[in-house]
């Protein structure tokens, strides 16, 4: 599996995560004000341990990016 991102992903990828918790928080941060269940904590644990770092990071810059379209300020 590769370690790096697609080419010309476009992606803003929160370098500064490193570790499965710090991806975790990322996570619980971009859907912060989501009422979440305890199985949307189950998923949320199996992203960060399953899923490689790029997906993640993708996955964290989307929901910031869909944050800031609900804001109005995309």
Known sequence: MSTEPPEESGTELFRGHRTAQELEDGLRHALRG???T???ALVIRWIVRV???WTV????SLLHRL???ARGAA
Do not use: F
């Open 67 to 69: 944050r800031r379209v």
């Open 34 to 36: 989501v009422e979440l």
């Open 57 to 60: 990071r993708a996955l964290l």
């Open 51 to 53: 899923l490689d770092l």
């Open 38 to 40: 305890e199985y949307d």
